[in-house]
């Protein structure tokens, strides 16, 4: 599963490109030295990175680049074998089998994630965020920190701003729960309130 689709030299051109227009760039990259490449080459984020070397992760950190773990995308493969075609279900365990401690090795040296689901894969629907943060959660990013990967560090990456941060000045978009998603992170299944520029968009009957 290690190969690439580029050569250094042409990511380093689609990331000079890109932050020459002032717009963020991402990889989807699961093999390691595709990873390698686009760390190196100053990429803005790694969607997947199922096998992020160590080396890459600490690079990761120093450079500010997120990953954006998509752990839904391989969920939705992985766990439904009655309709997704096999190959790809014994593709997806194995990703599995080394992304989850990937990931936590990522978490331990210090690397940010912002929340993504990859949406449009088997079993992955838009609106999947809430469970990407639980997954995220699950696989040993701590409540806060996966909450801000939902919140002000996609903001971030996105570089959109005035959201993803309550305070003064910014859009009053925000969800309100019953319970301390903190406490219990499946409460952000059952929001109460959502508001959008400090409008109620939808709550309990």
Same mark, same amino acid.
């Given at each position: 599963?290690?190969?690439? #689709?580029?050569?250094?030299?042409?990511?380093?051109?689609? /990331?000079?490109?890109?932050?020459?227009?002032?717009?963020?760039?991402?990889?989807?990259?699961?093999?390691?030295?595709? %990873?390698?490449?686009?760390? @190196?080459?100053?990429?803005?984020? %790694? $969607?997947?990175? &199922?096998?992020?070397?160590?080396?890459?992760?600490?690079?990761?950190?120093?450079?500010?680049?997120?990953? /954006?773990?998509? %752990?839904?995308?391989?969920?939705?493969? /992985? +766990?439904?074998?009655? +309709?997704?075609?096999?190959?790809?279900?014994?593709?997806?365990?194995? %990703?599995?089998?080394?992304?989850?401690?990937?990931?936590? @090795?990522?978490?331990?040296?210090?690397?940010?994630?912002?929340?993504?689901? +990859?949406?449009?894969?088997?079993?992955?629907?838009?609106?999947? &965020?809430?469970?990407?943060?639980? @997954?995220?959660?699950?696989?040993?990013?701590?409540?806060?920190?996966?909450?801000? #990967?939902?919140?002000?560090?996609?903001?971030?990456?996105?570089? /959109?701003? $005035?959201?993803?941060?309550?305070?003064?000045?910014? &859009?009053?978009?925000?969800?309100?729960?019953?319970?301390?998603?903190?406490?219990?992170?499946? #409460?952000?299944?059952?929001?109460?309130?959502?508001?959008?520029?400090?409008?109620?968009?939808?709550?309990?009957?």
């Amino acid at each position: 599963m290690d190969f690439t #689709a580029f050569t250094p030299e042409e990511i380093e051109a689609a /990331v000079d490109e890109a932050h020459k227009w002032g717009f963020p760039i991402a990889a989807h990259a699961i093999g390691r030295t595709g %990873i390698d490449h686009c760390v @190196r080459a100053g990429v803005d984020s %790694i $969607e997947h990175g &199922a096998q992020m070397s160590a080396e890459a992760a600490r690079d990761m950190k120093e450079k500010g680049i997120f990953q /954006v773990p998509t %752990i839904s995308a391989l969920r939705g493969i /992985v +766990d439904h074998p009655e +309709d997704v075609p096999v190959y790809a279900v014994e593709k997806g365990k194995q %990703i599995l089998e080394v992304a989850q401690e990937v990931f936590r @090795r990522a978490v331990r040296l210090g690397v940010r994630h912002a929340c993504g689901t +990859d949406a449009g894969t088997p079993h992955n629907p838009h609106g999947s &965020a809430p469970r990407e943060v639980m @997954r995220m959660v699950e696989w040993g990013l701590p409540a806060m920190k996966a909450l801000q #990967a939902a919140t002000a560090n996609a903001a971030e990456l996105l570089r /959109v701003p $005035e959201v993803g941060v309550a305070e003064p000045g910014n &859009a009053a978009d925000l969800v309100l729960w019953e319970q301390d998603p903190l406490d219990d992170v499946e #409460a952000l299944l059952t929001p109460a309130i959502v508001m959008k520029a400090g409008a109620v968009v939808s709550m309990p009957a």
